[in-house]
């Protein structure tokens, strides 16, 4: 069974950062892609940043030029530096590991910027 760990999430003051970690264990197979999204009270989840095996990456716009994803295929790990914070990135953030087009959730890091 695939489990997906998050961690790294706290409270940063705007303009501060963080960086998110997450790996995926329980499997021999690699991901074929693994990403970040965000959630916030009575609103749907939404990506935040994906990065496939080959190293393609996406970013929601509202991110693009303050964080960065990351990976170590060879340990099903991806990481989020997150820099530049507002506190509109205030969000529970979810690691998500894909195998083929079978998705694993982790629990979720909180995340929240406030001075």
């Known amino acids: 069974q695939v489990q997906v760990v998050e961690s790294g999430g706290g409270l940063v003051q705007p303009g501060g950062s963080l960086r998110l970690s997450c790996a995926a264990s329980?499997?021999?197979?690699?991901?074929?892609?693994m990403g970040w999204y965000r959630q916030t009270p009575g609103k749907q989840r939404e990506l935040v940043a994906i990065i496939t095996s080959a190293g393609t990456t996406n970013y929601a716009d509202s991110v693009k030029g303050r964080f960065t994803i990351s990976t170590d295929n060879a340990k099903n790990t991806v990481y989020l530096q997150m820099n530049s914070l507002k506190p509109g990135d205030t969000a529970i953030y979810y690691c998500?590991?894909?195998?083929?087009?079978?998705?694993?959730w982790g629990q979720g890091t909180q995340v929240t910027v406030s001075s």
């Open positions: 329980g499997t021999n197979f690699r991901a074929t892609g």
């Open positions: 998500n590991a894909a195998f083929g087009r079978v998705p694993y």
